[in-house]
């Protein structure tokens, strides 16, 4: 079963969690997700006391080295999925990033980076149709 | 003379452009600043057609790996920032974070690196400071 990291924004903004949910429950009748905290609606946004942030980064950095392949929903911008989508650059996992192009302009560095696998959707419909395709 | 990356939202917003255009300035009376344009109140924010997001993308690459140093203001999330100091990271290039404590929580991604030099500030003043003692 393939592993997913799953990558949406926590302390960037929580407006999307709902659909990171819809997301990752989807992803999961398919494949094995890492990050399914992403979708938790209870999830705290505030930042951890150093040491709880090191073993966030040092946990998150292991899965992304473990993963088969990362799948990102970038429609509210994240500093965290930027960092996150560089990793998984260096270390060669295949990237798919989402976003819905009636809201957000993805950033150029992603845009115009031939690496990452960009999807613009419309509506959720089209969204889940291109997350199938992939799976 | 240093040549500075500065680095701040774009597309991400443009609520601090005010902001990094008066950092920008200061580094300037100590440093060269190759990425002066992130100051630039009349920047457009839109996605740009393929072509030119690869410019861009070709061109921020470029300036990170030849920078000095990178000074990076992440009050903003920004997808574009993170994957900037990401690519500075593997690039070992000094990286300065800075951010108002009272208005953003930072990234686990970046907090919890002890690769980055985080600098929390309550004041321009305070901002203004350390950014003194860094140039």
Same mark, same amino acid.
């Given at each position: 079963? %393939?592993?997913?990291?799953?990558? @949406?924004?926590?302390? =960037? =903004?929580?407006? &999307?969690?709902?659909?990171? %949910?819809?997301?990752?429950?989807?992803?999961?009748?398919?494949?094995? $997700? !890492?990050? /399914?905290?992403?979708? &938790?609606?209870?999830?705290? $946004?505030? /930042? @951890? /006391?150093?040491?709880? &942030?090191?073993?966030?980064?040092?946990? &998150?950095?292991?899965?992304?080295?473990?993963?088969?392949? $990362?799948?990102?929903?970038?429609? +509210?911008?994240?500093? @965290?999925?930027?960092?996150?989508?560089?990793?998984?650059?260096?270390?060669?996992?295949? +990237?798919?990033?989402?976003?819905?192009?009636?809201?957000?302009?993805?950033?150029?560095?992603?845009? @115009?980076?031939?690496?990452?696998? $960009?999807?613009?959707?419309?509506?959720? /419909?089209? !969204?889940?149709?291109?997350?199938?395709?992939?799976?």
């Amino acid at each position: 079963m %393939k592993k997913v990291y799953f990558a @949406g924004s926590i302390r =960037g =903004g929580r407006v &999307d969690a709902e659909l990171y %949910k819809r997301m990752i429950a989807f992803i999961k009748t398919r494949a094995e $997700v !890492l990050t /399914e905290h992403v979708g &938790d609606l209870s999830l705290s $946004v505030f /930042e @951890g /006391e150093n040491g709880r &942030d090191r073993m966030i980064y040092e946990q &998150d950095t292991a899965w992304l080295r473990e993963c088969d392949l $990362v799948i990102a929903e970038c429609t +509210c911008p994240s500093l @965290g999925v930027g960092y996150e989508l560089a990793y998984a650059e260096r270390f060669e996992k295949p +990237c798919y990033v989402f976003y819905d192009k009636n809201k957000g302009n993805l950033s150029a560095m992603i845009n @115009g980076n031939e690496y990452f696998r $960009v999807c613009p959707y419309g509506s959720e /419909e089209e !969204l889940f149709c291109m997350l199938s395709s992939i799976m």
